[in-house]
DNA sequence: AAAAGCCCCTGGACGC
DNA sequence: TGCGTCCAGGGGCTTT
């Protein structure tokens, strides 16, 4: 499911949920989902209070009273499902309300809060992951070191495009979905990105810095469009394709504004433009785009 | 060092 | 209804 405007779209939801309130037990049901929970999981979370909720990337991490941070990572099929309570002012497990669902087999973690309400990790693929590290070893911990400059904030220039393009053999497709450059974008994304900036995912990343290394107006472009199409994203909850939801259930609205994603064959929805949405795999995954527009 | 391929896992869509 | 095949929003690890 999950790239930069759903799991913003999750972050909101579990805001309200999770900041200011306090875990009173933590259910692991699993030893591992993509990666072991690490020693003592439970017992490092429960009885502590959450100070913050930001995203990093593609990841949630939850400031701890503690000074250790939850880190969670929804892979591909991750999503969160919150419960409201029976009696607001227990503490009871049994006052706790865990709604069953479809699939509640895949079920993995249960939070209960002292808010009252519980947030339930729900994953079938299981690729995502949540882990406890402390506060002091977050920027240096091998997940985060090296991740590229966050899409939405003003570190993503034309000229950090063109420092890292320069010299690079990958085509922009690569080159966009590699998080050390920029950090949240993914598939759809990337093709939407593409797609709004009229560039080709098959041309050199290298267009984006001319002979000097400065960034070229293809930058710029890019810079813009990827900013347009994660903006417009987050504001109308991200997309679902199958399983996202914002945590009170929302579905994202997004895939309804996709241009080209999903599209093959459709029609190029920019006006003026008379091509057809193409369909091709590129280092393994599906690109979409068009090839009247996008040069 | 950069780029390509493989793999983790499950479920849904589709063809027969 | 059942079975096989392909595909999927991520990303770490290995190989080249």
Same mark, same amino acid.
Do not use: W
């Given at each position: 499911?999950?790239?930069?405007?759903?799991?913003?779209?999750?972050? /909101?939801?579990?805001?309200?949920?999770?900041?200011? @309130? /306090?875990?009173?037990?933590?259910?692991?049901?699993?030893?591992?989902? %993509?990666?072991?929970?690490?020693?003592?999981?439970?017992? /490092?979370?429960?009885?502590?209070?959450? /100070?913050?909720?930001?995203?990093?990337?593609? =990841?949630?991490?939850? +400031?701890?009273?503690?000074?250790?941070?939850?880190?969670?990572?929804?892979?591909?099929?991750? %999503?969160?499902?919150?419960?409201?309570?029976?009696? #607001?002012?227990?503490?009871?497990?049994?006052?706790?309300?865990?709604?069953?669902?479809?699939?509640?087999?895949?079920?993995?973690?249960?939070?209960?809060?002292?808010?009252?309400?519980?947030?339930?990790?729900?994953?079938? %693929?299981?690729?995502?992951?949540?882990?406890?590290?402390?506060?002091?070893?977050?920027?240096?911990?091998?997940?985060?070191?090296?991740?590229?400059?966050?899409?939405?904030?003003?570190?993503?220039?034309?000229?950090?495009?063109?420092?890292?393009?320069? +010299?690079?053999?990958?085509?922009?497709?690569?080159?966009?979905?590699?998080?050390?450059?920029?950090?949240?974008?993914?598939?759809? =994304?990337?093709?939407?990105?593409?797609?709004?900036?009229?560039?080709?995912?098959?041309?050199?990343?290298?267009?984006?810095?001319? !002979?000097?290394?400065?960034?070229?107006?293809?930058?710029?472009?890019?810079?813009?469009?990827?900013?347009?199409?994660?903006?417009?994203?987050?504001?109308? +909850?991200?997309?679902?394709? !199958?399983?996202?939801?914002?945590?009170?259930?929302?579905?994202?609205?997004? @895939?309804?504004?996709?241009?080209?994603?999903?599209?093959?064959?459709?029609?190029? #929805?920019?006006? +003026?433009?008379?091509?057809?949405?193409?369909?091709?795999?590129?280092?393994?995954?599906?690109?979409?785009?068009?090839?009247?527009?996008?040069?």
């Amino acid at each position: 499911m999950p790239e930069l405007p759903e799991v913003e779209t999750v972050r /909101r939801g579990l805001e309200p949920v999770l900041v200011g @309130q /306090r875990f009173v037990s933590v259910e692991q049901r699993r030893e591992a989902l %993509r990666f072991p929970f690490g020693t003592d999981f439970a017992e /490092r979370l429960e009885g502590k209070c959450v /100070r913050t909720l930001s995203r990093r990337a593609k =990841y949630l991490r939850a +400031g701890l009273s503690s000074g250790e941070s939850l880190v969670m990572h929804l892979g591909m099929s991750g %999503r969160f499902l919150i419960s409201e309570k029976k009696s #607001p002012n227990s503490e009871t497990l049994g006052d706790y309300i865990y709604e069953t669902h479809a699939d509640t087999k895949h079920d993995h973690v249960v939070f209960r809060m002292s808010g009252g309400r519980t947030v339930t990790y729900n994953d079938p %693929r299981r690729f995502g992951f949540m882990l406890v590290i402390d506060d002091r070893e977050f920027d240096a911990h091998a997940l985060f070191r090296h991740l590229g400059v966050e899409p939405l904030s003003n570190q993503l220039s034309a000229l950090h495009l063109a420092e890292k393009a320069c +010299g690079r053999r990958s085509n922009l497709k690569s080159f966009l979905m590699d998080q050390r450059i920029i950090a949240g974008l993914g598939n759809i =994304y990337v093709c939407e990105a593409l797609h709004h900036a009229q560039l080709s995912p098959n041309r050199g990343a290298s267009c984006l810095a001319d !002979r000097f290394g400065k960034p070229t107006v293809r930058a710029e472009r890019l810079v813009h469009a990827i900013r347009h199409v994660l903006t417009a994203a987050v504001k109308v +909850g991200g997309s679902t394709l !199958r399983d996202h939801r914002a945590p009170n259930g929302d579905s994202g609205q997004f @895939q309804e504004a996709f241009a080209v994603y999903g599209r093959a064959g459709a029609p190029c #929805p920019r006006s +003026g433009c008379r091509g057809t949405v193409k369909r091709l795999s590129q280092s393994g995954r599906s690109t979409f785009y068009c090839s009247g527009c996008q040069r």
